[in-house]
């Protein structure tokens, strides 16, 4: 079993920055690849941004697409998504989650860890 803390969110100006960074426990962080998602006040969780076992490989949503970057260190069981010129409609919580099915996956349903998230907020 994995358990996974999010953490780095907070309360930015749009334009801004923030990275957040989603520590594993367990001695197996780099047989998952790993997802980052959020949720609105009032609408769905959504796809951020995945990444494969060993970082070779990642995938964004559009609407983050040159703005964020997800990244990872297995030596240190740590994701990570960079986050710049951030928007107020970038306001979430965020989570972190870790997947064994895939190579990595857009796909909330194939996750089987959840982190329970932060919460990132970017004023106008």
């Known amino acids: 079993q994995v358990q996974l803390v999010e953490s780095g969110g907070g309360l930015v100006q749009a334009g801004g920055s923030l990275r957040l960074s989603c520590a594993a426990s367990?001695?197996?962080?780099?047989?998952?690849?790993m997802g980052w998602f959020r949720q609105a006040p009032g609408k769905e969780r959504e796809f951020v941004a995945t990444?494969?076992?060993?970082?070779?490989?990642?995938a964004y949503a559009d609407s983050v697409t040159g703005r964020f970057t997800i990244s990872r260190d297995n030596a240190e069981n740590t994701a990570y998504l960079q986050m710049n010129s951030l928007k107020p409609e970038d306001t979430a919580v965020y989570y972190c989650a870790a997947g064994r099915t895939y190579y990595c996956s857009r796909n909330g349903d194939t996750y089987d860890y959840w982190g329970r998230g932060t919460q990132v907020t970017v004023s106008s």
């Open positions: 990444i494969s076992r060993d970082g070779s490989r990642t």
């Open positions: 367990g001695r197996t962080f780099s047989s998952y690849y």
